[in-house]
C-alpha cells in the first residue's frame, strides 16, 4: 500500500483530485451565493454535460462536441507542459493558438488551399511566434510571461486585422468552411459514425492522440527529452556538461507553439468555430491549457484526461440554468482548479512527509544520511 | 547569583533526519575571553551556533545565560540576550550603504520616518574605539570582503551585544586581513565582550584564543586552555587519529604541455574591472598544477574562462596542441577536457535526475547510450552506471535509479568524480574537489588526483586550503586580483611566504 | 491635441497606479503576476459601488468610496496570492495566472448574476456609470481632469516615501534582496512580504477601477483588463524598479496608449489609413521593444520570486 502512494504518478493523480473537489467545492460556493435554492443542480447540470439530454443517440452527438472541443485543448495543454519541462512558463500559447486559427483560416478562405497545407500553416505560425518568445528570452532576457502575453495581445489584432479580409459582409464572422472551401475541412474518414453522425469528429482525434503518445516519447525517451529535461531543471549544470541551453529554450518554444497552432487548426478546420473579427480577447484555449497541464500532473497522458474533464465541465456549464446562473461558472472552477494546483507540491509535500514519518516509525532509517 | 560564564551551553543535543548533529554537547563561555570552537567540516559547529543563536531548537539541553537558564526560539531572542554572530556567509544586503545595513532590524524613527543621524554617530563612534575604520556610506557591492566583514562587527556592536560568535570568519580573509580581525578580537575581548570563535584551522587558535573546545563528528571532546596545549594535540583531539596529511607521491618529470594559456582575459560579470587580467601559464602531462590565492581573487572566471562557460575578453587557449579559444563547452569535453566544478550542486549535478542519469550528463551523446534515431539507450546506460557506481565506491539508497538530491554530499561529490575522471581525459580541472567534505573522502579524492598524474595526465587545480595546495601539487600558481603574482614549488616554499604572494605582499614577474 | 494629453495623462495613471504595485510586491521579494485579476476585482468593486450609489451622493464621497472599495477589493484578492506564494511556497507565475483568469471569471459570474437579479432577461457583465464618471471629472476648458490622475501622484509620493524614508520601506526591500539577511536581524520575512504584497493589491485595485473609468461610461466585464497588468509589469521593469523612473515611463507607455484612442482626430494619422488595430497593438509592440532593450541588465530585486523557507539556509 505504502509503495502505491510513495509512486509520483499515484500521488499526482491524487493531488489532481483534490485540486478538482476543491475547485468544485468553491464553484458549489459561490453558486451558493447567488441562489442556494438552486445550487445543487447546477453543479450537477455542469457535471453531467451531455448526460442531461435524455436521448442516448443525442448524448453521443454532444459528446461528440465536447470531444472536438477538448483535442485543441489537449494540444495546448501539450503545449505548456512541454515548454514547462524546459523550465518555461508559455502562457503565450494563448496567442501561438490565436495565430494558428489566422493562418489556417486565411489559407482556407483566402488562397483556398487543401486541409494539410492550412494545417501545416497553422503549425508554422505557432512555431513561429513560439520562437519569437524563445529568441527574447534567450537573446534579451525577456521574461516569458510578460513577452508572452504582449504577443497574444499584437497576435489577437493582428489576427482581426487579417481575418477582417475573409469575413462575412453581414456580420463579424469569418465565412463558413462548408460553403467557401470544403476541401479544406479535416477527413471525418468514417470516425463520426462512432459519434452518431457527428461531422465535427475528423482525423483530428487520432491525429491529436499519435502527437500526445509522440511528445511523451520525445520527452520520455529520447536524447532531445534527457536535454531538454536537464535545462529545465538545472539550467547552469545543461550549461556546464556542454548542452546547448540557448538552442534548446529556443526549440522547445518552437515546439511548443507549433502544438497551439496545430490545436487551433484540428479545430477550426472541422468547421465547429468560426472567427469573429472584432475579438476583444485571444481565445480562452491557450489558458486553459495551462489548468489542463498542472491538472494532468505534468504528463502528456494526465493532459488527455484533465483536458477531459476541463472540457466536460466547461461544456456543461452551457446547461445550467440561465435565469438564475451563467455559463461562465465553468471558466471559474477551472481558474479555482489552476490557483489550487499551485499548491500541489505542497500536497505531495505533505503526502511524502507523512509517508516518511509513518516509515521511521516502522524501521530503522538507512545510513544514507544527507549531509544537509 | 555570581558565575564566571557568560553564556554556558549545557548538553544540548540536536538530531536530523538521519544523523544526530550534536551528540551530548557542553560548552561555556566565560566573560570576556575569547572561546575557540575547533572541528572539522561536518563536526556539528555551525549546528551547535545556529542553537545558540535561536536558528534551531535543540531536543535536549538548556542554555544558561549568566548563570540563568534562558530560552531562545529566534534570532530576535538571541539579540535580546545580547548574543550577535557573524555568519560565515554575511547577511549583508549589498545594494545597501554599510549605515542601512547596520541599522536594519533597530532603526529610530520619529514620526514613522527614519531617523540616521545618531545612528551614524555612534556607528562612527564604534568604529573608532575598535579601530575599525569604515565609511557608513559606502554600498556593500563595492567594498572589500575584510570591510563587509568589518560591517557585519559593528551590526553586533550597535546592538550592544556582548557576546560576539564569529563563525569561520578568517576563511575569506587576506592573511593581513586575518592579523587586523585577530587585533580587533583581541581589542573586543578587553573591552569586556566574550566571544566564541568558530574555527578548523589551528594556527589562529592558538595566535587569538584563551581556550578551545573540541566537537568531533557530533561529538564533545574536551576544552583545553591554549597556552597548555600544542597544535599537534588540538589535531589529535579535532581528527581522532594522527592523520598523514601528506599525500604519497613519486617524483615525476612533466611532460609535454598539455594546456596553453596565453594573454588570457576575462570580464568580470559584476564590476567594471576585469577579473582575470592578461594570464599566462602552461600545464603539462604528468603534473597537478595549483591555482592559489584567496576566494574570490578571480579564480571561478579563469576556469569557466578555461572550460568555455565564460568567454575570453582576448588571449588564446591550446588544449593539445589546437587552438580552443572559441570552441564550445561540448567540443572541449569531447577533445579530453574534464571539469569537477566548484558547486556540484549549482553546476556539477542534475538534482532531480537519478544517479544514473547525471553520470552520462556529458556523454548521453555518445553512440553508446543513444541510438541513430535520437532515442536514449537505456540498458547501457543502466551497466555504465553500474561500473562507475562500483569503481569509484558511490553509496546510494537505491543504486543507479537513486535520486541524486537524496545523496550524501561525499557521494554526490565521488559520482562527479567518477564521471569526470572516467573519460579518461587530457586535462583534469579541479575546482575545490574536496569542499565540504570529511577527511576520509578527501584522502580518496586527493589519491584520485594524484593517479591522473601519475598516469600522465595533466591536472589543473583550484583551491583555498594552504594545506591541500602544499600537499597535492607540484606547482603552485598564486592569483591575486586577477593576476597570477607568483609561481612556486611546493617543496621549496612555506606557508608563510605563499600567504604573502596571496595577499599581494610579495609578486615576481611570472613568465610560465 | 488637449485629448491626446488628457488620455496620455489618465492611461499614464493607470500604469503608474499597478506599476508602484507591482514594484512594492517585487522589492518585497514576490512576481505579483496576478495584477492584471487584482485590477478587474478592484475594478468590478469599485463599479458596483458606484452602481449601488446611485446619483444622489456628493461628488466628495462618490470619489473616496468609490476609490476605497476598489482598494479594499484589491487587497482582499490579493492576500490569495499571499498564502499560496508566502505562506504555501507555491510557484508565482502558476499563482498569478490563476487570479488572472479568476479575476476576469469570477467579475464575470458576479456582475451577470447581479444583473440577471435584477432583470431576468439581462444576461450581460455591463456595468453602465455615466453620471457617476462624471463626478470624477472636473473639465478645464477643453481637458477633462480626472481626481484618479490625483490619485496616481498621491501614490507615487507615497510609494517614494514608504521605500526610502521609513523603516518599513528598508525593512520590505530588505526581504527582496536578501531575506536571509533581513531573517538574520529579527525581522519576519513574511510579515514584510505580505505588507509587500497587500500593497500590491490596493495599487492594483485602485489601478483597476481608474482603468475601466479612463476612456469609457460602462464596462463589460468578461473583457478583463486587456493585459493593462502585464503592462504595467513592462514599465516597472524599463523603470528598473525606481517609482520616479516607473513614472516617466509610464507617462510614454501611457502616451502610445492614448494615440489608440485619439488617433482619428490627428488629420494626418487618419489619412495615413493605418487600421485600429494597429495603434491598439502599439502599446504591446513598444513594451516588448523596451523589454528586449532594458532585461539584458536588470536591477531586479536579488530574491524575487524565490519562495523564502526558514529552513534553507
Not at chain 1, 54 to 70: D, E, I, M, S, Y
Request: hydrophobic share 45%; proline share 3%; aromatic share 8%.
Amino acid at each position: 500500500m505504502r509503495k502505491i502512494l510513495k509512486n509520483e504518478g499515484v500521488q499526482a493523480f491524487a493531488a489532481s483530485i483534490l485540486c478538482i473537489l476543491l475547485g468544485m467545492l468553491v464553484g458549489y460556493i459561490a453558486l451558493l451565493f447567488i441562489n442556494p435554492s438552486g445550487a445543487g443542480e447546477a453543479i450537477m447540470d455542469l457535471i453531467k454535460n451531455f448526460f442531461n439530454l435524455n436521448n442516448p443517440a443525442k448524448q453521443l452527438q454532444r459528446f461528440g462536441n465536447t470531444v472536438a472541443k477538448t483535442i485543441p485543448l489537449l494540444m495546448c495543454s501539450l503545449s505548456i507542459l512541454f515548454s514547462y519541462k524546459v523550465g518555461l512558463f508559455n502562457i503565450g500559447a494563448a496567442g501561438q493558438y490565436c495565430i494558428g486559427v489566422c493562418a489556417s483560416l486565411y489559407a482556407a478562405l483566402q488562397w483556398h488551399w487543401g486541409w494539410l497545407p492550412c494545417m501545416l500553416l497553422a503549425i508554422v505560425a505557432g512555431g513561429i511566434a513560439g520562437a519569437l518568445v524563445g529568441i527574447l528570452k534567450a537573446a534579451f532576457n525577456v521574461n516569458e510571461v510578460i513577452s508572452g502575453i504582449m504577443l497574444n495581445w499584437i497576435i489577437l489584432y493582428f489576427t482581426n486585422i487579417v481575418l477582417t479580409k475573409v469575413k462575412e459582409v453581414a456580420s463579424p464572422y469569418t465565412g463558413y468552411l462548408n460553403d467557401l472551401n470544403p476541401k479544406a475541412l479535416l477527413p471525418n474518414a468514417g470516425l463520426d459514425r462512432f459519434f452518431n453522425g457527428n461531422q465535427y469528429i475528423t482525423i483530428a482525434l487520432p491525429i491529436a492522440l499519435i502527437v500526445t503518445i509522440v511528445i511523451w516519447i520525445i520527452l520520455n525517451k529520447t536524447k532531445l527529452g534527457y536535454e531538454l529535461k536537464a535545462t529545465g531543471f538545472n539550467s547552469k549544470a545543461a550549461k556546464y556538461c556542454g548542452m546547448a541551453e540557448k538552442r534548446n529554450l529556443i526549440l522547445s518554444l518552437v515546439i511548443s507553439g507549433a502544438l497551439a497552432g496545430l490545436g487551433a487548426s484540428l479545430l477550426y478546420q472541422t468547421g465547429y468555430m468560426r472567427w469573429e473579427c472584432t475579438a476583444a480577447s485571444v481565445p480562452g484555449m491557450g489558458f486553459n491549457g495551462i489548468a489542463t497541464a498542472f491538472l494532468g500532473g505534468l504528463s502528456p497522458i494526465g493532459a488527455i484526461f484533465s483536458s477531459y474533464f476541463i472540457q466536460h465541465i466547461a461544456d456543461g456549464g452551457a446547461y445550467v440554468d440561465k435565469t438564475v446562473y451563467c455559463s461562465q461558472i465553468s471558466d471559474f472552477i477551472s481558474s479555482v482548479i489552476i490557483y489550487f494546483c499551485g499548491f500541489v507540491f505542497f500536497i505531495k509535500y505533505l503526502m511524502n512527509t507523512a509517508l516518511a514519518k509513518k516509515n521511521k516509525k516502522d524501521t530503522n532509517a538507512n545510513k544514507e544520511g544527507g549531509e544537509n | 547569583m555570581d558565575t564566571p560564564y557568560a553564556i554556558e551551553m549545557l548538553n544540548i543535543t540536536k538530531r536530523f533526519p538521519g544523523i544526530i548533529a550534536n551528540d551530548n554537547i557542553t560548552l561555556q563561555l566565560k566573560k570576556g575571553e575569547i572561546h575557540a570552537l575547533l572541528g572539522e567540516n561536518g563536526a556539528g559547529k555551525s549546528t551547535l551556533m545556529s542553537v545558540l543563536f535561536g536558528l534551531y531548537q535543540p531536543e535536549e539541553g538548556i542554555i544558561k545565560k549568566d548563570g540563568v537558564e534562558v530560552s531562545i526560539k529566534n534570532p530576535n531572542d538571541a539579540n535580546a540576550l545580547g548574543i550577535g554572530m557573524v555568519h560565515q556567509h554575511f547577511k549583508l544586503v549589498e545594494c545597501f550603504n554599510v549605515l542601512d545595513n547596520i541599522i536594519l532590524g533597530v532603526e529610530d524613527t520619529k514620526n514613522g520616518f527614519l531617523q540616521k543621524k545618531e545612528a551614524r554617530k555612534k556607528v562612527m563612534a564604534l568604529s573608532e574605539r575598535y579601530g575599525l575604520s569604515i565609511d557608513p556610506d559606502a554600498i556593500i557591492e563595492d567594498i572589500t570582503i575584510g570591510m563587509q566583514q568589518r560591517t557585519e562587527i559593528l551590526k553586533m556592536l550597535y546592538r550592544d551585544n556582548e557576546i560576539l560568535i564569529f563563525d569561520e570568519p578568517t576563511a575569506v580573509l587576506t592573511p593581513q586581513e586575518i592579523d587586523e580581525l585577530m587585533q580587533i578580537m583581541k581589542n573586543l575581548a578587553k573591552e569586556g565582550k566574550s566571544i566564541l570563535f568558530i574555527s578548523h584551522k589551528l594556527e589562529e587558535i592558538m595566535k587569538v584564543a584563551d581556550r578551545c573546545s573540541v566537537l568531533r563528528k557530533g561529538k564533545y571532546i574536551g576544552t583545553v586552555e591554549t597556552k597548555d596545549t600544542t597544535m599537534e594535540e588540538l589535531s589529535a583531539m579535532m581528527v581522532g587519529r594522527n592523520v598523514n596529511f601528506h599525500v604519497a607521491k613519486e617524483e615525476k618529470t612533466p611532460g609535454d604541455v598539455v594546456l596553453d594559456v596565453e594573454n588570457m582575459v576575462v570580464a568580470s560579470e559584476g564590476h567594471k574591472m576585469d577579473a582575470v587580467k592578461n594570464v599566462s601559464f602552461k600545464v603539462r602531462g604528468g603534473e597537478i598544477v595549483c591555482i592559489a590565492g584567496i576566494d574570490g581573487n578571480g579564480q571561478r572566471e579563469l576556469v569557466e574562462g578555461i572550460t568555455g562557460l565564460l568567454p575570453l575578453k582576448s588571449g588564446k587557449l591550446t588544449l593539445l596542441n589546437k587552438d580552443i579559444t572559441k570552441e564550445s563547452i561540448r567540443h572541449r569535453n569531447k577533445m579530453g577536457m574534464s571539469h569537477i566544478p566548484e558547486d556540484r550542486h549549482k553546476h556539477g549535478l542534475v538534482l532531480d535526475y537519478s544517479l544514473e542519469d547525471n553520470l552520462i550528463l556529458e556523454r548521453y551523446f555518445e553512440p553508446e547510450f543513444t541510438n541513430k534515431a535520437g532515442f536514449l539507450r537505456r540498458k547501457n546506460i543502466r551497466n555504465y552506471a553500474n561500473k562507475i557506481i562500483e569503481q569509484y565506491d558511490v553509496r546510494s539508497g537505491q543504486g543507479p535509479v537513486t535520486i541524486a538530491r537524496s545523496m550524501s554530499g561525499g557521494n554526490q561529490q565521488k559520482a562527479i568524480i567518477g564521471r569526470e575522471i572516467d573519460k579518461n581525459p587530457e586535462l583534469l580541472v579541479a575546482v575545490q574537489p574536496t569542499r565540504g567534505l570529511d577527511v576520509g573522502a578527501i584522502e580518496y579524492i586527493h589519491k584520485q588526483l594524484v593517479a591522473q598524474r601519475d598516469a600522465g595526465k595533466a591536472v589543473l587545480m583550484v583551491s583555498y586550503e594552504l594545506e591541500e595546495v602544499m600537499d597535492v601539487s607540484d606547482r603552485i600558481l598564486v592569483l591575486y586580483e586577477g593576476e597570477i603574482v607568483g609561481e612556486l614549488d611546493p617543496k621549496k616554499t612555506t606557508e608563510e611566504e605563499l600567504g604573502l604572494y596571496m595577499a599581494g605582499a610579495k609578486r615576481d614577474e611570472v613568465k610560465a | 491635441m488637449t485629448l491626446l494629453i488628457q488620455y496620455t495623462l489618465i492611461f499614464a495613471s493607470v500604469l503608474l497606479l499597478v506599476a508602484l504595485g507591482g514594484c512594492v510586491s517585487e522589492h518585497s521579494g514576490v512576481i505579483n503576476l496576478g495584477l492584471e485579476g487584482i485590477m478587474v476585482i478592484g475594478a468590478v468593486g469599485g463599479a458596483l459601488t458606484m452602481r449601488a450609489l446611485g446619483t444622489s451622493v456628493p461628488a466628495v464621497v462618490m470619489i473616496i468610496v468609490v476609490m476605497l472599495v476598489a482598494i479594499v477589493c484589491g487587497i482582499l484578492y490579493s492576500a490569495l496570492l499571499g498564502v499560496a506564494c508566502i505562506n504555501f511556497k507555491a510557484d508565482q507565475t502558476i499563482i498569478g495566472t490563476a487570479l488572472n483568469m479568476l479575476g476576469v471569471a469570477g467579475a464575470t459570474v458576479l456582475v451577470k448574476a447581479i444583473n440577471t437579479a435584477a432583470n431576468p432577461n439581462d444576461v450581460s457583465s455591463e456595468i453602465q456609470y455615466v453620471d457617476q464618471r462624471a463626478m470624477f471629472i472636473k473639465s478645464i476648458g477643453k481637458f477633462e481632469f480626472n481626481w484618479f490622475m490625483v490619485a496616481a501622484v498621491v501614490a507615487l509620493i507615497i510609494v517614494h516615501v514608504f521605500l526610502y524614508k521609513t523603516k518599513y520601506g528598508l525593512r520590505l526591500m530588505a526581504c527582496g534582496e536578501h531575506p536571509q539577511a533581513a531573517d538574520s536581524v529579527g525581522i519576519s520575512v513574511y510579515k514584510m512580504r505580505w505588507m509587500g504584497v497587500l500593497m500590491s493589491g490596493a495599487l492594483g485595485g485602485l489601478g483597476g477601477i481608474c482603468y475601466i473609468m479612463a476612456g469609457v461610461s460602462l464596462w463589460k466585464f468578461e473583457n478583463g483588463v486587456a493585459g493593462f497588468g502585464f503592462l504595467a509589469l513592462a514599465v516597472m521593469i524599463f523603470g528598473q524598479w525606481k517609482p520616479r523612473r516607473i513614472a516617466l515611463v509610464a507617462l510614454l507607455f501611457g502616451f502610445f496608449r492614448a494615440l489608440s484612442n485619439v488617433y482619428v482626430g490627428f488629420e494626418f494619422l487618419y489619412k495615413l489609413n493605418i487600421p485600429a488595430g494597429i495603434y491598439n497593438m502599439m502599446p504591446y509592440i513598444v513594451s516588448l521593444v523596451v523589454l528586449a532593450l532594458s532585461s539584458k541588465h536588470s536591477h531586479a530585486p536579488k530574491a524575487e520570486g524565490v519562495p523564502y523557507d526558514k529552513g534553507q539556509r
